[in-house]
C-alpha cells in the first residue's frame, strides 16, 4: 500500500474517532482569491510596513510589528492590519471541503473571518474561540479556535510582544492546543516549510510526549533537509502533486488549494485509496465496511444496506435473500457513488472467477484472502445465501455467487426453532458479554426482571469498558424495556424500589457514542428507536391495500404481477431474528408487534387465492407471540367451515406441524401452569398456539398429544375462560374441518378432570364459570358424535355427592350444565345417579326468582317434570315487574328460548300467550331509544 494510503487511512480513522484537529494556514485564505479580488500575500503587508518606517534591511515580522505599533500607536497599527484582511471574502470550495471532513477541532491563525463564514453559511455546528472565556463558557465539542485572535475581539497576535505575553494573556487556550498536541491527530493545511507561526506552534510540541498521535503537514514541493526538521518534531510532510491526486473536477481553484481539496475528498470518501486492479484492496475494502457487524448475532438488511451502500436484496421464497451490488450506471439511488460502485465490479469480478473454481481451488483462494472468508461469515448473519453475478441465464433467472457459509434454508428453520420455541436457553458462554446478554435477556422472558436488570446494568458497564457499542445500544434499550416492567408491571411486588430508577434517554446515548460508531451504527439505532419500525409499518399497511385490491382482482377474474412478492417473507424473519437472536426486548413495543402481525397477515391475503394457506415457523410464531387471541381468532376466521366450495385450509410448512404440537404446545401449557401471575402472557400464547392448531389437518397421534396437554391444563389450578373456549374451538374445528375420530378414552379422560376437580373441591371460579357457561360445551357433543358413553357410576356418585353439599341455586346451575351433559352420553346406570339428583333438586322449594323460573322450565323442557298448567298463571304473575319497560333482564331471552321449544318441540300451546309476550318485552327493550348521561 502506498504510503500516502497509510496516512490518509490514519487521518481517517482519527477523524471517526472524533479525534481529528486541523491547522488551517494562510495558504487556504488565498483559495478565495477570484479573478476580480486577491488576497494580499504576507510580503505586501511586511513592505508596507517597512516602508512607512523608513527600514530597509530585513528584520523578524515579529520585531517589524512591533516596531510599527510603537511608532503609529494602536489605532494606525490595527487600521493597516484590518486593510489586509477585509471580512465580507467568499468561502472558497476548499474550505467548505475542510468543513465536510469535520474535524472535531479547527484550529487558525488566521485573523479573517473566512472559515466562520463558510460554518455560517453550510450550517456547521462549532462554538468559536477568541479568548479563553470563549473556551470556559464552550459547551459544543466541536470548535474553532482562532488561536492568534482576530478584530472583533481586539485581541490579534502579531507582534512581539503578543508572543511574549501569549501565555499570560491566552493561558487556557494555550495549554488546550498544548493537549490537543497530546490526544489528536494533527493536520496542518495552509503553511509552508518556514512559516512563522509553524515554527511558534512547534515550540508548544517540543512538550508533548513521544507517543502523542501523529502529525501532518501539507505541502507541494518535496525539501528533504526540510522534511527531516520537521520529522525531528513529530511532523510528517505529505507532498501533494497531480499524480497522486487528481484536480481535473477541481474549479475555480489554484492548482495547490485544488490540490489540497483533492487530498482532503480522499478522506471524506469511504472508498480511500483503494487499487481497484488489486484484489485485496477490493476485497479489503468491502470488508472494512461491515466488519464492525459481525459482533452481532444477527444482522438486519437495513444494515448491511447502509453499511455497503449502494446495494439492494433479491428476495427468494425460501425465505432467504441474495445481495445485489450496484454497478456504475446501475440502479439509481440516494447514495449513489461511482467510485464506490467501480469496486462493487470489480469485486464481482472477483466472485465471478472464484465461481469457476473447482473445490480445490477456492479453498486455496479462501486460505490466502481470510477477509473474503469472514465477508461470507457476516452476510450469512443477515440470511444472505449469496451475491448477485453480473451474467444472467437463458431463462432470466439470476445467477448469484453461493454464500458457503450459510446453511440450507432447512437447516437454518432448524437452528433458529431453539429462539421461537418458548423455551428458556442455557445461558453458558466463555464470552462475558455474551452470557450478561442472554443471561439478562432469559430472565426477563422469565419475569424475573430484578434478576434481569442486575444483569442488564453489569452489561452496560462491561460493554462501556470493552467499547463494544452495538450490543451497548442493545442494552439501553433494554433497560428501559426492563424498568418499564419493574415500575409499571402488576406481577412486580417491589414497583416502589425502582420508582427512581431514571429511564434511559436511548437518541443522547447514541449521540454520545464516537462519530464512527454513530455512522455504524445509525441503522442499529433507527431500530431500536422504532424509526425504520414505524416505517416497516407504513409498508406493510400499503401492501396490505395492495394485496387486498390484488385477491379481489384475481377472483374476479383478473390477474396480479408481484416481483416483490417474497419480500415481506424475507423481511419478517430477518427482523425476527434480529431481535430474538440479539436478545432485543422489544416485545412489548406496539408498533414492532403490529409490524410482526402485519407480516402474518400478508402471508395469508398472499396465498388466499389458493386452496391452501401455507405458514411457515416465523410467521406461526409471530402469530402465537404477538397477537391478542381475540384478534387471531378473528384472523383465522378465513379457516372456519364454509359452505363455499372454495374451503381455505390452513397448513404449515415442512415439520412445523411436528414443531409446534410436540414442542411448542407443551411449552406453552408448562408455562401457563407454572404462572404465578395473570399478567405474564401465557394464556394469549396457549389460546393462540391451540386455535391455529384448530384449523390445521393434524394426525392421530398429533391429536392425541394436544389432548393431553388439555388435560394436564385442564388438571391444574392455570385454567381461565379463555382456556377453555379455546379448547372448546379445537374440538369445534377438528370436527367440523376434518371430521376428526378422536379417540374416546382420550375425551372421556378430560371429562374425568373436569369432574375430579369439582370432587376435590380444587375448581376455582374460572373452572366453574366455564362449566356452568358451556364453555367446554363441545367436549361432552365429540363424546356423542363418537358414540362414547360415560359409564364411571363411582366417579358419578362421588360427583353428585359433592353437589349435594352446594347451595340450592349452585345445585340447579350444575344440573343444567354438567350433569344434564353427563347425563347424555352416559349409560343406564350413570343416568338414573344424575337422574335421582335432579329430581330431589327440582323437587325443593324455590323463590321463584328468574333463575328458578329458567330452571322451572328448563325441567320441563329435558323432561325431568312434567308440565304443571299452574305454572303459566304463576310465570304471568312473575313477568309484571317487567311490563312497565323500567327494568329489564337478560334472562328473559333464555326464557324466551325455553317456551318457544316446549312450544315447538313438546307441543305445550298454553305457552303461546307467555312466549308472545316475552317477545313483546324484548322488542321494546331493543327499540328502546339510546340514552346518555355525563
Known sequence: MHLHSVYIKNIKQANEN?????????????????????????????????????????????????????????????????????EDITPSSLHRTILEVNP????????????????????????????????????????????????????????????LNYSRNFPLIENYIKSIFSTHTVLFLGYSYNDINLKHIMKWMQSHSNSAPPMYLVNFKSDKPQESYLSNHGITTLVLDGENYSIDDVKNLDKRSALTQSFLTSIIKDDGEVDVNDEQDVIGFIYERIKHLKKLNSITHNQIRGAITNCGFRYDSDGLNVLELFKPKGVLTTDCSDSTRSIHEKFLEILARIDSFGEDEK????????????????????????????EANDNGRIVYFLNEKIDSAKNLEESDRKYISFSESECK??????????????????????????????????????????????????????????????????????????????????????????????????????????????DCTKKILDLTRAVESIKAGGISFNNYADEPTCTHINLLMFSLKNHIMIDQYAPYKAVMRDFVNISILRQSVKKIVKLNQYEIYSAIQFYPSKELQSELRVFFKSEDSNQLRLSASGGCLEWVVFTVLPKLTGQLVGSLSLFDGYE?????????????????????????????????????????????????????????????????????????????????????????????????????????????????????FELESYKSEEQRKFSKSLLYSIFKISDESVRNII???????????????????????????????DFDAEAISRLDEYLVQFRDGKIFSSQLYSLKNLTQYLINEKEVDALEGLNEELGDLIDQYEQRPNLSSI
Not at 510 to 523: D, G, L, T, V
Not at 843 to 852: E, Y
Request: with cysteine; charged share 25%; aromatic share 12%.
Open 684 to 800: 394469549s400464547k396457549f389460546e393462540n398456539c391451540v386455535r391455529l392448531l384448530a384449523v390445521l389437518n393434524l394426525s392421530d397421534a398429533q391429536v392425541s398429544n394436544v389432548m393431553r396437554e388439555f388435560s394436564r391444563l385442564i388438571a391444574s389450578d392455570s385454567t381461565a375462560v379463555g382456556t377453555y373456549e379455546a379448547i372448546n374451538e379445537f374440538l369445534a374445528h377438528q370436527y367440523e374441518l376434518f371430521d376428526r375420530d378422536i379417540e374416546t378414552d382420550i375425551l372421556i379422560n378430560i371429562l374425568n378432570t373436569v369432574i375430579d376437580k369439582i370432587i376435590s373441591k380444587t375448581a376455582h371460579g374460572w373452572d366453574q364459570h366455564a362449566i356452568l357457561n358451556g364453555s367446554i360445551g363441545n367436549l361432552y357433543g365429540y363424546i356423542g358424535v363418537v358414540k362414547g358413553e360415560y359409564t364411571d357410576k363411582v366417579r358419578a356418585r362421588r360427583l353428585v
Open 104 to 163: 472535531r477541532v479547527i484550529l487558525t491563525t488566521n485573523w479573517d473571518c473566512i472559515i466562520e463564514n463558510a460554518i455560517e453559511q453550510e450550517g456547521y455546528l462549532y462554538d468559536k474561540i477568541c479568548t479563553d472565556k470563549d473556551l470556559v463558557s464552550s459547551a459544543s465539542p466541536n470548535k474553532i479556535i482562532k488561536i492568534h485572535g482576530d478584530f472583533k475581539n481586539h485581541n490579534v497576535v502579531f507582534k512581539e510582544d503578543d508572543y
Open 835 to 865: 337422574k335421582a339428583f335432579i329430581k330431589v333438586v327440582i323437587s325443593q322449594s324455590k323463590t321463584k326468582g328468574i333463575d328458578d323460573w329458567e330452571f322451572e322450565l328448563w325441567s320441563f323442557a329435558v323432561g325431568f317434570k
Open 429 to 538: 458462554s466463555n464470552d462475558y458479554i455474551k452470557y450478561l446478554s442472554s443471561g439478562s435477556y432469559e430472565s426477563y422472558k422469565l419475569g424475573e426482571y430484578e434478576v434481569a436488570f442486575k444483569k442488564n446494568s453489569e452489561l452496560i458497564l462491561a460493554c462501556k469498558r470493552h467499547k463494544i457499542y452495538s450490543i451497548l445500544l442493545i442494552a439501553l434499550f433494554n433497560k428501559n424495556s426492563i424498568l418499564w416492567r419493574l415500575k409499571y408491571s402488576f406481577s412486580n411486588k417491589n414497583r416502589s424500589d425502582f420508582e427512581k430508577e431514571v429511564e434511559v434517554k436511548l437518541q443522547d446515548e447514541f449521540f454520545k457514542f464516537p462519530r464512527s460508531e454513530i455512522k455504524r451504527n445509525q441503522a442499529l439505532y433507527d431500530f431500536l428507536a422504532l424509526h425504520s419500525v414505524h416505517q416497516k409499518a407504513n
Open 363 to 390: 479453498d486455496s483462494f479462501y486460505r490466502r484472502n481470510s477477509k473474503l472468508t469472514e465477508i461470507l461469515s457476516i452476510l450469512a448473519l443477515a440470511h444472505i445465501k449469496g451475491v448477485v453475478l453480473p
Open 18 to 86: 472524533d479525534r481529528l484537529a486541523i491547522f488551517v494556514g494562510a495558504g487556504v485564505s488565498k483559495s478565495s482569491d477570484s479573478d476580480y479580488r486577491s488576497l494580499p500575500l504576507w510580503s505586501d503587508l511586511m513592505s508596507e510596513l517597512k516602508s512607512d518606517l523608513a527600514i530597509t534591511e530585513d528584520l523578524d515580522y515579529l520585531k517589524l510589528a512591533q516596531l510599527y505599533y510603537l511608532e503609529f500607536g494602536e489605532q494606525t497599527y490595527n487600521q493597516v492590519l484590518r486593510k489586509y484582511f477585509p
